[in-house]
């Protein structure tokens, strides 16, 4: 190729060039642009799957259950609270025997000091030659008699020093065991209070899982299990038998156990402003006068038990197999009771929980 063509067509070449780069300069010229970058897709938020009424159900027994176990452990720490009361009521009397024994005991042994220093200022030498240096030989068996007498008087003293000795020692070691109980006591008082708190708080939690609807539905089902259960109660023809009239201290205690109608449960409490179970027929049969053990476990033990046909307003009706859980008749078929802790004193069917048997505080 001849230097003439190579020279056009390099300019040629140079030429095409710069229209290119004018072109791609040019604004407003279409190009094809990057494969632009598909969005993340957004994974359907799931709706909650509705609770069944099985599954409801569940909870209502598990809740029953946990709240039953609650109710045994108040039961248990308010009997060791009773106990620990009275232990340490004995505490404080024996503390006051010990020192009412020990002031006994040192005027005690200043008479005995006071006896044995006569003897030896009146001693020395034996009583026959003392009779020969007598002036007066009848004196001297006067005197002699009253030494005897002295050395009974004397005896007796150190016996009865001896004894209160024995007393005070046997004060010591009764004190000595009650304090022992007492700390048993405490310690289960504290096991007590801590599986109430445990109980409460898993039921707590478990309630708190629960919808607003859901829980309306599981009251809805507390309600229904009550109510069969009263019903089949009924049916029995129970009422029918159901004849007796409160005694006038069983009136007193119902007028009490009523008039707290809306106050809440709080486990160990005796009133004025929250009771449980316990608390509140304690309490109401003392302000009519007769005081009754605390617990609804000792509510059973102690009190006479009476047939269902034959009870009467102001008994008490003692539920469950472990008795722990007490309601006050009130006539009706109905009872007023505390019933769990988030609720309040209240009215409810006689029979709507398992019943045990029934007691009568004022037989």
């Known amino acids: 190729m001849g230097s003439g063509k190579r020279s056009l067509t390099t300019a040629a070449m140079a030429l095409a060039c710069a229209c290119a780069c004018v072109v791609l300069a040019t604004p407003g010229v279409a190009y094809a642009s990057p494969t632009p970058t598909p969005a993340p897709t957004r994974t359907p938020t799931a709706t909650p799957k509705p609770v069944s009424n099985k599954d409801l159900e569940a909870v209502r027994k598990k809740l029953e259950k946990l709240y039953h176990d609650a109710a045994v452990a108040t039961d248990a720490y308010n009997a060791a609270e009773e106990k620990a009361q009275k232990q340490s009521a004995e505490i404080v009397d024996l503390a006051r025997e010990i020192v ?57 003293l150190l016996g009865e020093m001896t004894r209160t000795q024995q007393d005070l020692e046997q004060y010591e070691k009764d004190a000595s065991a009650q304090w022992r109980k007492l700390e048993a006591n405490r310690k289960a008082k504290a096991g007590a209070k801590k599986k109430i708190k445990q109980r409460i708080s898993d039921a707590k939690k478990l309630e708190s899982q629960l919808e607003r609807k859901e829980k309306e539905r599981l009251a809805k089902l507390e309600e229904e299990a009550a109510h069969q259960a009263q019903s089949v109660w009924l049916s029995s023809g129970v009422l029918a038998d159901i004849k007796s009239e409160a005694s006038e201290q069983g009136r007193e205690a119902v007028k009490y156990a009523t008039d707290q109608i809306g106050k809440p449960y709080e486990w ?96």
Do not use: N
């Not at 006071?114 to 002036?135: E, I, K, M, N, V």
């Not at 027929?281 to 009519?288: G, I, L, N, P, Y």
């Open 100 to 156: 009412k024994g020990q002031a006994k005991l040192d005027k005690l042994q200043d008479r005995a000091g006071a006896a044995a220093r006569a003897q030896y200022r009146g001693g020395g030498l034996p009583p026959g030659a003392r009779l020969w240096l007598s002036d007066d030989p009848q004196e001297f068996l006067d005197g002699a008699g009253r030494v005897r007498q002295g050395e009974h008087a004397t005896k007796g």
């Open 268 to 363: 160990g409490a005796e009133g004025p402003k929250t009771f449980d179970c316990s608390g509140l027929t304690s309490q109401a049969w003392a302000s009519a006068g007769h005081p009754i053990p605390r617990t609804s476990q000792e509510q059973w033990k102690q009190l006479k038990h009476v047939d269902v046909k034959d009870m009467r307003p102001g008994d008490l009706i003692i539920y469950f197999d472990d008795a722990s859980h007490v309601g006050m008749y009130i006539g009706d078929g109905a009872v007023v009771h505390a019933p769990r802790p988030g609720r309040t004193v209240t009215i409810a069917g006689a029979g709507s929980m398992q019943i045990l048997g029934v007691v009568r505080p004022d037989a």
